[in-house]
């Protein structure tokens, strides 16, 4: 622990701000893996134990009519297999707040100015500034996949507020396989700790006048891998046999790259 | 090796299985109702992102070799499984348990296998229409 909090003040050593902020900060050293499958909200699931991806699978955020119509017409060409993923086309971002949902493995950078959460399963770094700065003006900022997030430390309890997301405005970014997804315009509160020795917590409580009618809480949990796992890169397009159609469909390359999907009659 | 595998395997538990099939793209074209069972040997096992790849030569119902694509995990995923670039070599024998295309084609997506000794990895023992 000891060594734990020297690195962090050795990392931040070249920013002065260290010598400046004097701060215990919590060790989520190590590697984590997202408890649950890749559903979102696993308490609005429907049906029960549904999984991404499965046809009619789906959760129930508090959407107005617009949306619901939205995320219906999603979940029907989910049925049809032709909602494809975003990040099928190697080196997009899963963007936030999915980034909080994806398989393989986490890791949890912290430092005094700034924490990173980065994912295996990528390519994603979410940085979070903690430094005491303001989000940037509504003049200064566009949406990109990740944000602009800045919070605080709240004793263990990592705070931050995250805005200027792309969301679905141009159909970059879903929440989850089932067609879940909101607007440019949200706005996401998270509150991150651990719960125990090997758990991390964040509660999210998303917000967005474009698609909800009310404020919308969600829970993820994080469990502790045994000391010896390791992350490894993952490029995406090193071998990617998936190509999307225009029309949205997923194919399946063969060992000599051409399709071997018969032709849609 | 390979009892290293097994090994891992019943560590880890559901939490790593559940997580496998997971990909970077839709599975739709995949009929995950149904299991069919592959035999043939080893043409070459792709361990590369975003999925590994078994190709597999098999004999189809008139004597013919056909070439089957079989879509697995990740590399990453999977080696927290206990899987190798050598879980899979040119030439070997195999049973492979697959969720076939949708359309019928020669692929499908990895469900469990049973190796030349006997060895079985991923989950070999899915029932037809579980999950």
Redesign the interface.
């Known amino acids: 622990m000891q060594f734990a909090l020297i690195s962090v003040f050795l990392l931040a050593a070249g920013t002065g701000y260290a010598q400046q902020h004097a701060v215990t900060l919590p060790d989520w050293s190590g590697v984590w ?1 997202m ?1 649950g ?2 559903i979102f909200d696993g308490a609005s699931v429907e049906p029960k134990n549904g ?1 991404a ?2 046809a009619g699978v789906r959760e129930r955020p508090p959407y107005n009519a617009e949306w619901e119509a939205i995320y219906q017409k999603n979940i029907e060409a ?1 049925k ?6 975003p ?2 086309n ?1 080196g997009i971002p899963h963007g936030f707040p999915r980034v909080m949902n994806v ?3 986490y890791e949890f950078a912290i430092t005094p100015p700034q924490v990173w959460i980065l994912t ?2 990528g390519p994603n770094i979410q940085r979070i500034y903690t430094d005491g700065r303001d989000h940037l003006k509504a003049e200064d900022r566009w949406g990109t996949y990740s944000g602009d997030s800045t919070g605080r430390w709240e004793g263990d309890t990592l705070v931050f507020d995250t805005v200027a997301l792309k969301g679905w405005s141009e159909k970059d970014t879903i929440l989850d ?1 089932t067609g879940l997804v909101l607007s440019d315009q949200m706005h996401v509160v998270t509150r991150m700790r651990k719960i125990d020795a090997n758990t991390l917590e964040a509660q999210m409580t998303l917000e967005d006048p474009k698609a909800l009618t009310k404020p919308w809480n969600v829970t993820k949990r994080y469990r502790k ?1 045994p000391p010896s ?1 390791r ?6 397009g ?5 190509p ?1 159609t225009e029309d949205g469909r ?6 000599d790259g051409k399709p ?3 032709p849609v009659k | 090796m390979k009892r290293t595998i097994a090994a891992i395997i019943i560590i880890s538990g559901v939490c790593f299985v559940a997580q496998s099939a997971l990909g970077h793209h839709s599975a739709a074209m995949f009929d995950n109702q149904k299991v069919k069972e592959l035999t043939g040997t080893i043409k070459e096992f792709q361990w590369k992102n975003p999925h590994v790849w078994i190709q597999v030569y098999v004999q189809n119902g008139n004597g013919v070799k056909e070439e089957w694509s079989v879509e697995g995990g990740g590399p990453n995923s999977l080696s927290r499984q206990g899987w190798r670039p050598t879980t899979f070599k040119p030439g070997d024998a195999v049973s492979i348990r697959v969720n076939p295309m949708k359309d019928g084609s020669a692929g499908g997506q990895f469900v469990g296998a049973k190796l030349a000794d006997g060895t079985t990895i991923g989950n070999w023992d899915r029932a037809e229409g579980a999950q």
């Open positions: 893996q408890v499958p890749t999984r991806g499965d989910v049809k297999g032709l909602f494809p993923d990040i099928t190697c398989p393989d493995v295996e399963n396989r891998l796992t992350a490894y890169d993952y490029a995406c090193e071998n990617n046999r998936n999307v997923t194919l399946t390359l063969g060992s071997i999907d018969r």
